[in-house]
């Protein structure tokens, strides 16, 4: 993986070093804010990005759900009077030496606060901000089994701008959106809608420099604008020949937009704006990525962690990423949200695909409900939509906005407002497919333009060998099979439960074994990976997650991820997809090592490993070499000694030594 993060860290350094360049003032506000929940007497400092769910990650169900305040002083320098002051943030209200800004609603997306008229510019501006977490019917997500965490888990940005500049609060963007007309190996045209914002109708004008992945200008263009006040749009057309195509993580080429805004002939405003171009489409061959076949290898991924939370910072972000590409994904689904703008630029600089997420989330429990039929909370849903699509519309690595999650109809069929949200979705960004995650039949199933199907036979319900049932079943119906389908699968597994009975275990119990879990994902993988109807399949974690779902998880901790929640283990079946996926580096290692205490002599030794052959070796006894199959060499009826053995593999050079305890005295409970 180090050639990918060294390029990744290579590209922020560039953008970074320019941004010196760019006439707005952009400032970090993470440090030294004072927090409480009930009283400021019991205030504590606390930097950002922060929440206070440490009750949550403890495995308290019952963590608390409240309001949270953070309060900071800060010093608005006397020289900015006469331009005009933002602060970003997430979901929050904003007071502002005691005057209330205003109110946003939903945690995922960002949001922008004008707050030029509420600043004294004396040194002691207090920003206050009451951040909540409590369940709202009016505001998604309403259900659920992910831990809803509180805090100002993004961080908070003041900005300084000129009267007239490119507008932030325009669904808290940078008020520039490339819309790409016509995308292949011969040309990339489009035009660049730029948003600018005026206290007062004036005469300015735009200039765009296009440079490729080299740093070489290959496009620029000046246009004239007749501002209004508030905002005006102005589109600036752009055409390039032979362009460097975005081709996921094979080649995730980047071109950089920068537009500046000059009045008077002076610079004002100038924004860097970072986009691949790339088409795509489903096909009756699947994914297809610029005119080749792409098949989805992906991931689902929760966004929190085992110490902080949702409070993550880029450097985890990267490395969350990494996992995934280790694994051999191409592919990460978000669940529950938008994630933090720094995640895009990882997976736009490294080529991964992202599905986005509106939190539109089905209930886990009897007394959940995921959809009111409100005005409220259709509202809501609509506008956390318009963010997700705005904040993510330059951004090539996003492929697909997912609609809704495993939504039931708890006495309010929530179809025909899935259809508003389709119809919303195609009309603001008509170059991007939606999708919904379902796991029931019905109409539900026929609004978004793509389906992916969430499965856990041999979970929660029957075996694993029914999800090839499962199929034969949709591909027998047309109307069914006519679906462009993806498929999504979930298992919990435990690396400290280990046992030499391979059965199902009980999902609601506390017994997940690390084995059902690789046995699960086997049988899934050769029932799906060459079933080319299907545009892609999804691994329901990459990693374990906090929940509130007593029935999928132990000590408040869902284990269907395949990858441990503190991202120390990787759990077999992790192996399992790396040696299946991940064509990029060579990979050897003894499946099933955890299990180091058996009780018969006779053993099954599996490799997993996405070279040719292996060659086994057992307390020095050679016993050959196999070709591999599926990811994996097996040898059947391997003859141990009592006490300690010793299992060797070696493969082009890579070795991989476990021990083996065969005791002559064996209790199947330790």
Known sequence: ????????????????????????ESYTLNRDWKFFTYSENYSSIVNLPHQWN?????????????????????????????????????????????????????????????????????????????VGNVSQSEVMPTAGNEISYG????????????????????????????????????VASGEVEVRVSALAAQSASLTLSVTNPHGEEVFTATQKVRTTKGTTATFIPFEIDNPTLWHGTLNPALYTFNITLSTAGAVCDNVGVQTGFRHYEITTEGFVLNGE????????????????????????????????????????????GSHHPAFYRICNNLGILVIN???????TTLNGKGFFNTTPFRENGKQQLQEMIYQ???????????????????????????????????????NRLTAGWSNQDGEINFVTDLIVWSHSFGWMEGLPSDIAVW??????????????????????GNIFQ???????????????????????????????EGDTRFWGIFVDGLFDYASVDVHRSAGGVCDMGVVSFNRQARKDAFYLYKARWNTTEDFLRIAERRWARRADTLQTIKVFTNLPEAELTVNGKFLGSKESSGGMVVWEDVEMEYGTNTIETTSRGLADVMTLEIPRSYSADL
């Open 293 to 336: 076949k792409y098949p989805i290898k992906g991931v689902l991924l929760r966004r929190d962690r085992a110490l902080n939370g949702t409070a993550v910072s880029e450097r985890e972000m990267l490395e969350d990423v990494e996992f995934a590409l280790e694994m051999g994904a191409n592919t990460i689904r978000i669940v529950g």
């Open 392 to 430: 993510n519309y330059n951004a090539p690595s996003v492929v697909v906005w997912n609609l809704f999650s495993e939504l039931e109809a708890r006495g309010e069929d929530p179809v025909d407002y899935i259809r508003e949200l389709h119809s919303l979705a195609k009309r603001l960004d008509p």
């Open 54 to 130: 440490s009750d949550a990650l403890s495995g308290r169900l019952d963590y608390y759900r409240g309001t949270g305040n953070y309060l900071r002083y800060v010093d608005f320098r006397p020289e900015w009077k006469g331009k005009r002051i933002y602060l970003r943030f997430g979901v929050t209200d904003l007071i502002i030496n005691g005057r209330y800004v205003g109110r946003h609603e939903g945690g995922s997306s960002a949001f922008t606060f004008e707050i030029t008229d509420f600043v004294n510019f004396n040194g002691k501006d207090l920003i206050w901000v009451i």
């Open 471 to 492: 199929q034969e079943q949709l591909h027998s119906v047309p109307e069914w099979d006519a679906l462009h389908s993806a498929v999504s699968y979930k298992c919990g």
């Open 498 to 528: 280990q046992g030499d009975l391979l059965e199902k275990p009980l999902s609601s119990s506390n017994w997940h074994p690390e084995r059902w879990q690789t046995h699960f994902h086997e049988t899934y993988l050769n029932s799906l």
């Open 1 to 24: 993986m180090k050639q990918y993060i060294t390029r990744y860290l290579l590209l922020v350094a560039v953008l970074f070093s320019t941004s010196s360049l760019w006439a707005r």
């Open 151 to 186: 805090g100002l888990f993004r961080g908070v940005q003041i900005i300084i701008e000129e009267p007239t500049h490119i507008a932030l609060d325009h669904f808290s963007t940078d008020g520039v959106y490339i819309h790409n007309k016509k995308i292949g190996a011969e």
């Open 357 to 363: 997420d509106l939190p539109l989330m089905g209930a």
